[in-house]
């Protein structure tokens, strides 16, 4: 008799030191991160579907296409509406798609799966979503190569819901390091302008009475080049995020009226580009034929006292 099958399809667990992660194989994405046992995201149960896109490969393009429809190199596309409360092409074609495992060991596994070309998005490229489990956290790396003939538009992201140990949101605080946030509609969260943030990067935001789901941008880099964020409870222990300039924006959701789940993670993703990317003149999403491009992220424990996990 064969074994049934879980929603999000075969697993895999690794472990290194005190960090242990399950992925899985529908979607290449994260279902569960911890340290010392405690939980660093809002994952989800094997036998039950992912919601809300919980540790979710965003690609070949993250947040949202407004409308499904864009242009490239001259033709008019229309994508499927998979967000159609807002009428969005919504985290793009791989989400719900079977990855297969290209290589694994104790600590380390790699997915991947190639997009199959559509009438709204008639490119063939190869994602993979790779981990590795080191004493220092997480590596999660997402990439995409173009196997296709002609220049492809492509951007990918990553979703973690992220916890502190105590209390909610209301009881947290996120560090950014970004010195602008782009507007969105309250209906419709189309983006818009950009606006300065009050507070300078790095500088810590009680979360209490504040409500994001929104991109940031104009980001800061440390001397060696990376840019960090955390989401931290009153004694300082939470989870940081640190990645490189390959993602210059980071959507933070807190989980505002979300079913079950109303503000007690918030969603802190990195992104190559923002949202609605291939409307934007400005965006940088052409992928050359036989390119790859993609961004690697550590998710670390902060145990709070000197910050480290």
Not at 72 to 80: A, I, K, T
Not at 95 to 123: H, I, K, L, M, N
Not at 292 to 297: A, E, K, M
């Amino acid at each position: 008799m064969m074994d049934p099958v879980t929603p999000s399809g075969q697993q895999v667990t690794i472990r290194s030191g005190d960090y242990e992660a399950t992925t899985t194989e529908v979607g290449g994405g994260l279902r569960t991160l911890t340290w010392r046992g405690r939980p660093l995201v809002a994952g989800f149960e094997v036998g039950q579907i992912r919601t809300a896109y919980r540790g979710s490969v965003l690609a070949p393009w993250p947040k949202r296409v407004v409308d499904g429809k864009y242009s490239w190199e001259g033709r008019d596309f229309r994508l499927p509406l998979t967000e159609p409360e807002r009428s969005h092409a919504l985290h793009g074609l791989v989400v719900w798609e079977r990855f297969a495992v290209v290589a694994s060991g104790d600590d380390a596994v790699v997915w991947a799966a190639t997009t199959v070309p559509q009438p709204w998005y008639p490119w063939c490229i190869e994602v993979r979503s790779a981990y590795r489990l080191t004493g220092a956290g997480l590596e999660w790396s997402v990439s995409g190569r173009n196997l296709s003939e002609a220049a492809a538009p492509f951007g990918c992201g990553i979703h973690p819901y992220l916890l502190a140990p105590a209390g909610a949101v209301d009881d947290w605080s996120l560090t950014l390091p970004a010195a602008a946030v782009q507007e969105a509609s309250p209906d419709r969260l189309v983006p818009g302008g950009l606006s300065r943030l009050a507070e300078p990067p790095g500088t810590p935001i009680p979360l209490r009475g504040r409500a994001f789901d929104n991109a940031f941008t104009e980001l800061t880099t440390t001397d060696a080049g990376t840019c960090a964020a955390s989401l931290t409870d009153g004694a300082g222990r939470g989870v940081r995020l640190s990645w490189d300039a390959s993602a210059p924006w980071v959507q933070v959701y807190t989980c505002d009226g979300m079913p079950g789940a109303h503000r007690r993670a918030v969603a802190i993703e990195p992104m190559t580009c923002g949202p609605d990317a291939f409307n934007s003149a400005a965006a940088d999403v052409r992928l050359e034929p036989g390119e790859t491009r993609g961004l690697r992220v550590l998710v670390a424990a902060l145990a709070g006292g000197n910050g480290a996990g």
